[in-house]
C-alpha cells in the first residue's frame, strides 16, 4: 500500500476513490450489513493513507457490498473480497 501512497502523494491535488467489495452475502446478512462491511473495509485503507500524511479531504470511501464480483461463477470466492483504488481528477459522489 505504501507504493499507493507514494503515488498520490506525487499526484498532490487528485482525488481518491477507495472501494470496498465483499464476496456474495452470507443467509440473514443484509445488504445494509454487507455494505456497511466494505465501507469498514475501505475506510481502514484511507486511515492507513491519512496516517501517512494524505489528506482526508481528498479521500472518497464508498462500500460495494456485493455487487461488483469478479468472480460471478464463484461468488463466495476470495478474489471478491478486496479494496480497489482510484486516483481521480473529480470528487464524484
Not at 21 to 31: C, F, I, P
Not at 43 to 69: C, P, Q
Not at 72 to 87: C, L, S
Request: hydrophobic share 35%; aromatic share 8%; glycine share 8%.
Amino acid at each position: 500500500m505504501d507504493d499507493f501512497v507514494d503515488v498520490a502523494k506525487v499526484l498532490d491535488g487528485v482525488y481518491i476513490q477507495i472501494e470496498g467489495n465483499t464476496s456474495q452475502r452470507n443467509e440473514g446478512v443484509t445488504e445494509a450489513e454487507i455494505k456497511q462491511f466494505s465501507k469498514e473495509r475501505a475506510e481502514s485503507v484511507a486511515n492507513y493513507f491519512i496516517n501517512k500524511g494524505i489528506s482526508k479531504e481528498r479521500i472518497m470511501v464508498v462500500g460495494n457490498g456485493d455487487s461488483k464480483l469478479l468472480d460471478p461463477e464463484n461468488p463466495a470466492g476470495a478474489v471478491n473480497r478486496r479494496t480497489e483504488i482510484y486516483f481521480k481528477t473529480a470528487m464524484g459522489f
